[in-house]
């Protein structure tokens, strides 16, 4: 059973988990701002050894049969579903985030992992017949997908559980190793998850689990036992990290600043509970969470009006509390953060409709009402509780707003016509884009990712085996005679 008191998070290397003799930095929840536990910090002798043990152990976990790590995902994804509420409730207390959020995200996990299990058995090739060459008619070639070898999962803080699983599934299901960096600002249940896949059967040399500091990223990032890296996080640190990889693959889910567009003929009514709701889950501390919202002129004044009303209704509060719909932000400084980038749009020429107030680690759900392009709440990742209403007279300027911007990860577009949603959604410059839909809709198995600065691949289970596997091909030459 998890427990919320006073709990250790450690690295794990080759089967054992670390603790002692280590530095050791202080947990603190960021809503109470109470001493939760400590986190153990892995040294660069304990990241050398976690290399070596997933480096030396890549061909063995290669070779489990693909219906036994199947079985093994499942399992945990059925243990993860036992403990459902424990889970959610430990995320809550690290992160802030509210229970019915963090309860949202332990299914999504169960989800991803038994969708890794099933993709685990789907590991196919195909045949191609060499006749369609002069030179080829007496050759065939068959193609199979084979494991990379050691994968690096460096992962966010803001879904600490589902991201975890949305690297270590795929890449077990493929065959891999994995070597884990979770956020240091989530260390608790990382640490709950490898103990739930050891007890599913995960082989103890499988996976390895290093906590720390930027140092710890770097020397995994450069070290050329490490065949694929598979970082979410931020622009700033997906450019560092590729100026170190060298020559491996790397795979970036980066960050968004998401527009959604309302149109004169949508039904605004509905689309304002929407940017209401998937604007402030998690305080906004999302890649696509709701963020530039470009409403017709005809209709900015009612859609306003019913967005503040939608607002006003949540409830701030205990992210442990059931009926809590907004928490904290991940801590104070990303708070004042937040707060600082209300005041420049506000010095800028925006109006606060509501909100804009910060407690602690808690900032009010804000709405601002016409902020200009250049101040950073419009053009750069606000990553909290804020949403920016702007007016468009017609959908071309909509368009040409939602794209000047150096992101491209998602967008929504709310219309009744159906030829013009297509029309928005095939010139919006986007890794995905809902129909009567804001920007913040995911399933686990669609594929997800962004163009421009929002990253470089796809996750979810099948797109992230493609990425994690290498295609083989064997090539059979018949004899003259045959």
């Known amino acids: 059973m998890l427990k919320t008191n006073f709990r250790k998070s450690q690295p794990y290397i080759q089967g054992e988990w670390i603790s002692v003799e280590r530095e050791t930095v202080t947990i603190t929840s960021p809503y109470t701002n109470k001493v939760i536990g400590e986190q153990l910090l892995a040294t660069e002798e304990d990241v050398e050894k976690a290399l070596v043990s997933v480096y030396e152990a890549k061909k063995e976990i290669a070779a489990i049969p693909s219906h036994k790590r199947a079985k093994i ?34 299914s999504r996990s169960i989800e991803t992992f038994e969708l890794s299990g099933e993709e685990a058995k789907r590991l196919i090739g195909e045949t191609l017949p060499g006749d369609a060459s002069e030179r080829g ?26 991201l975890v699983c949305h690297k270590i599934g795929p890449a077990f299901a493929a065959g891999n190793t994995v070597i884990l960096k979770p956020s240091s600002q989530t260390t608790l249940v990382a640490t709950e998850l490898i103990k739930l896949l050891l ?49 491996k693959k790397v795979l970036l889910e980066l960050g968004g600043n998401a527009a959604t567009i309302i149109h004169d003929d949508s039904d605004i009514t509905r689309a304002a509970k929407m940017c209401a709701k998937t604007g402030f889950s998690n305080s906004g501390q999302s890649c696509i969470s709701v963020q530039r919202i470009y409403v017709h002129q005809s209709i900015v004044d009612k859609f306003t009006n019913l967005l503040k009303e939608e607002v006003l209704k949540l409830k701030i509060g205990d992210p442990l509390l059931p009926d809590t719909d907004v928490g904290c932000v991940v801590d104070q400084n990303a708070a004042m953060r937040v707060k600082e980038w209300i005041e420049e749009a506000v010095e800028l020429g925006a109006k606060v409709i509501c909100g804009g107030n910060r407690s602690g680690a808690t900032v009010e759900p804000t709405i601002l009402l016409n902020p200009p392009k250049k101040s950073k709440v419009i053009c750069e990742e606000v990553f909290g509780p804020i949403v920016s209403i702007v007016p ?40 995905g884009v809902v129909i009567n839909g804001t920007s913040n809709f995911r399933l686990d198995h669609w594929p997800y990712g962004g163009v421009k600065d929002s990253g470089i691949g796809r996750e979810g289970p099948r797109y992230a085996i493609e990425d994690m596997t290498e295609t083989k091909m064997i090539v059979l030459q018949l004899s003259d005679n045959d």
């Open 137 to 162: 008619t007496k050759a065939i070639a068959s193609t199979f997908r084979v494991p990379v070898g050691v994968v690096a999962a460096i992962t966010p803080f803001n879904a600490p559980l589902n």
């Open 73 to 106: 995902l499942k399992k945990a994804a059925y243990l993860l579903e036992e403990r459902k509420e424990e889970f959610a409730k430990l995320i809550s207390l690290e992160l802030g985030k509210p229970l019915k959020n963090t309860l949202d995200e332990v």
């Open 392 to 431: 468009y007279e017609t959908i071309e300027e909509a368009i040409e707003e939602a794209n000047d911007s150096s992101f491209g990860l998602q967008a929504g577009i709310f219309t009744n016509q159906i030829d013009l949603a297509y029309k928005v959604a095939n010139k919006l410059d986007m890794g």
């Open 199 to 247: 007890e599913a059967g995960f082989p103890e040399n499988a996976i390895s689990m290093v906590l720390g500091r930027r140092e710890v990223v770097q020397q995994i990032v450069k070290d050329d036992r490490v065949n694929v890296i598979s970082f979410t996080g931020g622009t700033v640190a997906s450019r560092n990290i590729c100026k170190l990889a060298g020559m």
